[in-house]
């Protein structure tokens, strides 16, 4: 008989999933800075069991700059919470967004990689390419579609980000450090993989929690 597993988790967007929920008469308007509103939130998920807490993100407001803001935005970084999530939870899996196309694999990577050793080995990365035109303009892309790139570039740009982030995950092998107080010797020095394009060569300056795998998820096409 085939057993099915059933994943549940949480998808928190600041103080609600409706636009309006922040005028609830039980709502804090100023709950999505407030770490103890977040910190409750993944405390009750632990406790409920849940699999995991997952956080989108865009680099922007989500909606033209010179409007007065409707509903409280993602405003903190993903990763940065997550990392204060880590330090109050011990099973729950952290998920976080972070977009392929205004960042550079080796930032994604480090960071992911460092928030896998301070959780414990809990993270997982939701790669999106960003179709959010509000995000383009920060990074200093014009208003219009023609002046922010076709999907397929988006696309194409996220699969090799996607390929060299998981080729620095990899880039120590499992018994790379040795940390040999006698000899002296910290690493073999060699490490197993290299990753080359035209880009980028390099590795990572930290081996992945051991025996895990990098583990990457994406709510894109
Ligand atoms: C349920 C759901 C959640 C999404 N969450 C995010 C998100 O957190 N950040 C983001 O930039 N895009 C998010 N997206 C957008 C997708 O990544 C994708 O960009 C969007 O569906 C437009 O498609 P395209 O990228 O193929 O043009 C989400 C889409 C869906 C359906």
């Known amino acids: 008989m085939t057993v099915h597993e059933l994943h549940l988790g949480v998808n928190v967007l600041s103080d609600g999933m409706h636009p309006a929920a922040w005028r609830h ?6 709950w999505f800075t ?6 409750d939130i993944a405390r009750a998920a632990e406790r409920g069991t849940l699999d995991a807490l997952f956080l989108a993100d865009s680099p922007s407001l989500f909606q033209e700059p010179d409007q007065p803001l409707v509903a409280p935005p993602l ?3 993903p990763i940065v919470l997550l990392s204060t999530l880590a330090s109050v939870t011990t099973h729950l899996g952290l998920i976080g967004t972070v ?3 205004f960042e550079e694999p080796y930032n994604v990577a480090r960071r992911f990689a460092s928030l896998d050793h301070l959780s414990r080995g809990r993270v997982a990365w939701n790669v999106v390419t960003s ?9 200093g892309h014009g208003p219009v579609p023609d002046e922010q790139p076709p999907r397929a570039e988006r696309y ?3 699969a090799e980000f996607i390929d060299i982030v998981r080729a620095l995950w990899d880039s120590w092998d499992d018994d790379a450090v040795l940390a040999d107080k006698r000899t002296g010797a910290f ?3 060699l490490f197993r993989r290299e990753y080359t394009s035209t880009t980028l060569r390099g590795h990572l300056g930290l081996a992945r929690v051991p025996d895990r795998r ?8």
Not at 34 to 39: G, T, V
């Open 75 to 77: 405003a903190l970084d």
């Open 34 to 39: 407030d770490p103890a509103y977040w910190i």
């Open 131 to 139: 179709s959010d035109p509000f995000a383009w303009q920060n990074f």
């Open 187 to 189: 690493s073999r020095g």
């Open 25 to 30: 008469s039980s709502a804090n308007p100023h």
């Open 99 to 101: 977009s392929t196309s």
């Open 156 to 158: 194409g740009r996220a």
């Open 214 to 221: 990098s583990r990457v998820v994406s709510r894109s096409a």
